[in-house]
């Protein structure tokens, strides 16, 4: 054992690259954005006193003295604006009114030496549900972002509940990327099984051309790519001027911002993740089969559905995994082809990390993409386990 130790870590040194660097940009990341969607302290960190006052009140009874000097108590010494900024639109976003509510009380305890009395700033400071808020959102730890992202909330005796019809479209949303996600995973397999049929049957020069043509398009940026096909797709596009020129159409067929636009451009940039594990299958498979199908008396179709198709299963459901796990988190090309009913959950992350600063909501929404990824992968792997038991 200890003649092996050297070895041992020698090997571990070997590996300690590999492990810093799914460390710092796989591991870290992944647990921050938990965290971040399972945390909630823009209230406690404001409202201690209040947090400890509040321990024992019964729900849905007055506020006890103790509450509101605690809370006034910890308003005064409230001096971090983003903080207190941070904590009313939590609070606000609980119970609508606490924005005004909040900006007329910092006023008063601001202006007055001696504590104010609530009940005289805002008779709102009164009303039970108000209290509710504030004790429901001094917890640090929270499931109200993972429900929001699913369209779901608790109700006032704690139940989960669905939220108002208009108040969230979270759940619409995601719907519409597993289907446009669905569509790209269909399109890539329609065109991704002939192709790299036809690349597994060729040799030399000609297989080398099929090939470079698939990888052409990972040399180029993502951006770039779209960008063309928003050129391409437009009413005075390559594809319109091509359809009027041969008569198949009189006027522009609109392809950019709708599905249809967007599902083309997404199939050319995840094609290859569809044609090369197909490829990789395929070219392993022995070319005597399907001659030995047709001598038994199987034509061309029952030997493909038979025999071929069976054995390239496992690389079509790798590529069909691949496409549609890298195609629910696309953000670029649907936002630029796409129009507004074709906009996918990463717009939505996008608008809740960048434009509202809610990072909480981004890291929830995040998450949920995150256990349907890995729901996928359990699933594709049981069915490779099983298909590897039966061989």
């Not at 992944?30 to 823009?42: G, V, Y």
């Not at 849905?60 to 010494?77: C, Q």
């Not at 082809?337 to 600063?357: C, E, H, L, N």
């Amino acid at each position: 054992m200890m003649s092996r130790l050297p070895q041992n870590a020698r090997a571990f040194l070997l590996l300690a690259p590999l492990l810093l660097f799914l460390g710092c940009f796989f591991v870290w990341p992944l647990a921050t954005m938990m965290s971040q969607a399972i945390s909630d302290t823009a209230v406690l960190r404001i409202l201690p006193r209040t947090a400890e006052a509040s321990a024992d009140w019964e729900r849905g009874s007055p506020p006890t003295p103790e509450m509101k000097s605690a809370i006034v108590a910890d308003l005064r010494e409230a001096n971090d604006t983003q903080a207190v900024g941070d904590m009313v639109r939590r609070l606000n976003s609980a119970q609508s009114g606490f924005r005004t509510l909040m900006s007329k009380t910092l006023s008063a305890i601001r202006d007055n030496d001696r504590p104010p009395e609530l009940s005289a700033i805002d008779p709102r400071w009164e009303k039970p549900q108000f209290w509710l808020a504030i004790v429901d959102a001094l917890s640090p730890v929270t499931d109200r972002n993972l429900l929001a992202a699913v369209d779901l909330t608790r109700d006032a005796s704690g139940g989960v509940v669905a939220m108002s019809e208009g108040t969230s479209a979270n759940r619409a949303i995601m719907l519409r990327t597993f289907w446009i996600a669905s569509l790209v995973t269909l399109a890539c397999a329609a065109i991704g099984f002939p192709y790299a049929m036809l690349a597994a049957a060729t040799e030399g020069w000609k297989r080398n051309l099929l090939l470079a043509a698939v990888l052409l398009p990972l040399w180029t940026s993502l951006l770039v790519r779209t960008a063309a096909w928003f050129i391409i797709l437009q009413e005075n596009g390559l594809i319109n001027d091509l359809l009027r020129a041969v008569g198949l159409a009189d006027s522009p067929i609109p392809l950019i911002f709708n599905r249809t636009g967007v599902v083309i451009a997404m199939t050319h940039v995840l094609l290859p993740f569809m044609v090369l594990p197909i490829y990789s299958v395929l070219i392993t498979i022995p070319k005597n089969l399907m001659p030995a199908a047709a001598s038994l008396g199987a034509n061309p179709l029952r030997a493909f559905l038979r025999v071929l198709l069976p054995l390239s299963f496992r690389g079509l459901g790798s590529g069909a995994l691949l496409v549609f796990m890298s195609a629910i988190g696309y953000y670029i090309t649907p936002a630029l082809i796409g129009g507004p009913s074709d906009q996918m959950i990463s717009s939505v992350i996008a608008f809740y990390a960048t434009g509202s600063a809610n990072w909480g909501m981004a890291g929830a929404l995040g998450l949920v993409l995150l256990v349907a990824t890995l729901m996928l992968y359990a699933v594709y792997g049981r069915l490779s386990a099983e298909d590897a038991r039966r061989s």
